[in-house]
């Protein structure tokens, strides 16, 4: 049987399901070109706003490894470690859009048949955040973008009107939806926290208000260690920090369990799965719970030797899933997608070894 790692994913064919997400990998004009040429699907863009932005006096991002060595995980170099998890504390781009819009231009000139998905973000509550929503969305589709992600995940932020503030004000979310999807014509995908009690709801108002999918997880907000012997943070300046993102393995099974949330939820609805990425083997368990899309970060940023955009990542991906594909007799994704849905039950329908216990309550007679 011949396979094909086409898919069709909120009406827009993807030569490969994999897509680099919204982060460094897809901060530029030459990454961008360069992850096209290594074979990404697509690309979501860094995010891109209108407000001010300027990023901490120190280093961004930092990638911590698992050891037997003390300190067990740490961004310290050792021997023999594996990777276990990105921090960060980096803003949306500092590229203003207005040097954006011809960069995307060529990105699509050149990859037509490449998707680009264009991710911004603006305030909420008024009017004027709103029109900031439209200005920027009117502008990204102009250039070429063939879908837009707006980030209501962002976890950096002071403002309380943006990024992972908002994700838990269904009204908030809806505003948004209604100003976006009447000023443009393309899918719009919603990113949305992963820290939030809420998320089934807000993913319930978002897909209601006319997003095309959700897109999930950002980076779940964290604190770097501290070491027992110096009282430094593993990244600080001027002896302070606060709360950044953890991406990369150390996420896989919590955005998991998100995925699988919404796809149970709303199983007729799209997600692009995103958090700890690394191979196939964790592409497809995003896809077994119900993802038709998969973004990738930190792997990406990982990668030795690349430009941080995967090269051989994505050469791995594609051949994996094209001979898991053939293996299994497969014509495409599509025909495992969400096999894992109706395995996920509550605690109660797990057999136990007798039949007494009733999700903790009394039995009735
Ligand atoms: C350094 C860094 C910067 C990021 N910047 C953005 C951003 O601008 N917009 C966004 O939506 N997500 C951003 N993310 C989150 C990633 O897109 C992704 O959701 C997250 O890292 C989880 O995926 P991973 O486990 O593959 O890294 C950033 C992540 C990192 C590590």
């Not at 209604?178 to 014509?185: E, L, M």
């Amino acid at each position: 049987m011949s396979y094909d790692l086409t898919t069709q994913f909120t009406g827009l064919k993807f030569v490969n399901p994999f897509v680099l997400a919204s982060a460094p990998p897809t901060e530029s004009k030459r990454k961008i070109l360069k992850a096209f040429e290594a074979g990404w699907g697509g690309v979501v863009t860094k995010t891109i706003g209108l407000h001010p932005v300027e990023n901490v006096a120190g280093p961004k991002t930092i990638f911590q490894r698992a050891s037997e060595e003390k300190p067990y995980v740490s961004r310290n170099k050792r021997a023999d470690t594996v990777s276990h998890s990105s921090w960060n504390w980096e803003l949306i781009s500092d590229q203003p859009l207005e040097q954006w819009l011809p960069d995307l231009e060529e990105i699509k000139t050149t990859y037509p048949d490449r998707m680009v998905i264009g991710s911004i973000m603006a305030g909420a509550g008024n009017e004027e955040e709103l029109e900031n929503w439209r200005k920027l969305a009117r502008a990204v589709v102009n250039a070429g973008c063939d879908a837009l992600e707006l980030n209501m995940s962002c976890p950096h932020m002071d403002r309380k009107d943006m990024g992972a503030h908002i994700a838990n004000d269904e009204d908030i979310i809806r505003s948004i939806l209604g100003a976006v999807t009447g000023a443009v014509d393309v899918p719009v995908w919603v990113k949305l926290t992963p820290a939030t009690s809420t998320l089934v709801d807000a993913a319930g108002a978002a897909y209601d208000a006319g997003a095309s999918c959700i897109s999930l997880c950002n980076t779940f907000p964290s604190l770097p260690l501290m070491d027992p012997e110096t009282f430094k943070f593993e990244v600080e300046v001027d002896g302070l920090v606060t709360s950044g993102g953890l991406g990369g393995l150390a996420i896989l099974h919590q955005a998991l369990q998100r995925v699988s949330d919404i796809s149970r939820a709303y199983p007729d609805k799209a997600i692009s799965g995103i958090g700890g990425i690394k191979g196939f083997r964790e592409a497809f368990n995003f896809i077994a719970h119900g993802a038709g899309n998969l973004q990738i970060c930190t792997a990406a940023m990982e990668e030795k030797g690349s430009g941080g955009i995967g090269v051989n990542l994505i050469k791995d991906l594609t051949t994996d899933l094209g001979d898991y594909l053939e293996r299994k007799g497969y014509s495409s994704i599509e025909e495992f997608r969400g096999i894992a849905r109706e395995r996920i039950v509550e605690h109660s329908q797990v057999r136990r070894k007798s039949d007494a216990y009733n999700g903790g309550y009394a039995k009735s007679a």
